[in-house]
């Protein structure tokens, strides 16, 4: 069947777009972030493994670069659909892996818990490279801040309830004293499961769209160097790699960091972590319109200055030069959600209007692998710098110089570095970061005043 195309004057309904996000970060936060670090660590798990945990999903988008040649004959919405069903059958997979504890050891557990991580993100890195050439062309370019946004923000407070769920499973045995802990997992699998098989639902209610007549029957080799070396291009693939290491290991090793205080039980560092997608939810009010009006550029400024003032507060903490709380927790781990999804919305929004649109999935490709392996490669890497340093400690000047205050004052470090690199970039029609700043925090402020004043002003005259 040949589908129509999609201009500027038919915007598609995108309803169905942000429930699939919705659902699937119902789904995909529990095998992607703290939950799967929490199992992987009752079983036993290293620093070295945990950030194997994590990077793991981005490391495979790799395979983009390979399966970006067989989209045009399958088409979009069939290619994800194929991947994103796989990677469910083997989430009930993983849920069979805390049965097993009676006749497997932890050590077990964990090695067949990797082949099905492996497994899991081998399906969804190979169908994720149809995903963003599918959206560019079914969005309209002046629409696509606000949609990136409001995607975001469904993720975001999708992954809030998650978080609150998956504590509250993980927490049974508060309430049922004669489960055993390892029905709480099995129930937080099945429930990621049954969250991803609700979203195929919505996936396959997107509209689809023919992939362009340049990029269908076109099977000469692909210029790899020559897509890499294109400026504007390069110049965002270097931002990728530097925000990756910054950010990469964050989400990860302040789960570890507040695991290894022993003060917090499974449940409440859970219910702690699920904090930040309260702020991812700030990227609507935020990036919809922002981004469209003043671009990406800024709004990479913007946030490269505000993830070191976090991780700056994570390195102070470590370091015990702080007193540890739950407020002062909740202020550090709010943002993080908000700077990654801000940060993607950016990214995405940047990639959208640089790329051309000969060879887009090619470029995309491209794009996905060098953004997603470096953010893969860095939770690795801080995993290694971390258990190579150990139970070691220093005080001096005040500061107790562990493995994890080392860690959040490098990170602070490749904040800066990142922001150096974000002014370089090249986007025609972008704002500066002043100009940005000032919106938010002197125009904004104004604005909701005066329709404050507006509605009360209203409400006495009548």
């Known amino acids: 069947m040949k589908l129509p195309p999609v201009t500027a004057s038919t915007v598609p309904n995108l309803r169905p777009a942000y429930w699939f996000a919705l659902l699937n970060a119902l789904s995909s936060q529990v095998i992607l972030s703290g939950p799967m670090v929490l199992f992987a660590k009752t079983l036993g798990a290293s620093a070295t493994i945990l950030g194997l945990v994590a990077g793991m999903m981005p490391l495979l988008t790799i395979l983009q670069i390979p399966a970006a040649n067989f989209v045009d004959r399958i088409g979009y919405q069939r290619f994800v659909i194929g991947g994103w069903s ?5 989430i009930f997979l993983m849920a069979l892996i805390p049965l097993s504890e009676r006749f497997l050891n932890p050590n077990a557990q964990l090695v067949l818990l990797l082949i099905f991580l492996f497994l899991f993100n081998l399906s969804r890195g190979i169908s994720a490279c149809a995903w963003l050439p599918w959206i560019t062309g079914l969005v309209p370019a002046a629409s696509r801040g606000r949609y990136l946004a409001t ?3 469904c993720s975001n407070g999708a992954s809030f309830i998650c978080f609150l769920v998956i504590a509250a499973l993980l927490g049974v045995d508060r309430w049922l004293p004669n489960i ?23 996936l396959k209610q997107i509209p689809d769209i023919p992939v362009p007549s340049e990029e269908s029957g076109n099977r000469k080799p692909v210029p790899w160097m020559h897509l890499a070396a294109h400026p504007p291009f390069r110049r965002l693939l270097e931002l990728d790699a530097i925000w990756s290491l910054a950010y990469g290991g964050l989400a990860t090793f302040v789960v570890a960091f507040l695991k290894a205080g022993s003060i917090w039980d499974d449940s409440s560092i859970l219910a702690l972590m699920s904090v930040q997608f309260l702020g991812g939810l700030g990227a609507l009010w935020f990036g919809g319109r922002r981004l469209d009006q003043h671009g990406s550029k800024p709004t990479f400024g913007f946030i490269m200055l505000a993830g070191l003032v976090v991780a700056v507060g994570w390195f102070l903490v470590s370091a015990k030069v702080v007193s540890t709380g739950p407020a002062l927790l909740i202020l550090l781990i709010l943002p993080l959600g908000l700077l990654n999804a801000l940060f993607t919305a950016a990214n995405n929004h940047f990639a959208m209007t640089i ?6 999935n090619h ?7 060098v953004w997603q ?14 258990d190579s340093i150990g139970d070691r400690s220093i005080h001096r000047l005040g500061i107790d110089w562990n493995r994890y205050s080392l860690f ?32 938010l925090f002197l125009h904004e402020p104004r604005r909701a005043l005066v329709r404050l004043l507006g509605r009360s002003g209203g409400g006495l005259s009548q």
């Open 408 to 439: 959040f004052g490098l990170v602070s470090f490749t904040f800066v570095w990142a922001f150096v690199q974000s002014r370089r970039l090249e986007e025609p029609k972008a704002t500066g970061v002043t100009t940005l700043l000032h919106d």
């Open 151 to 153: 995607d975001q923000a």
């Open 373 to 386: 392996v470096t953010l893969g490669l860095s939770p690795i890497a801080w995993g290694l710098l971390i």
């Open 355 to 360: 790329v051309p649109r000969m060879g887009r």
């Open 86 to 90: 796989l990677r469910i059958a083997f």
């Open 363 to 369: 470029f995309f490709a491209l794009y996905s692998v």
């Open 180 to 202: 055993a802990q390892s029905w709480s997992f099995i129930l937080t699998f099945l429930f990621s499961g049954i969250m991803g098989v609700l979203s195929l639902i919505f």
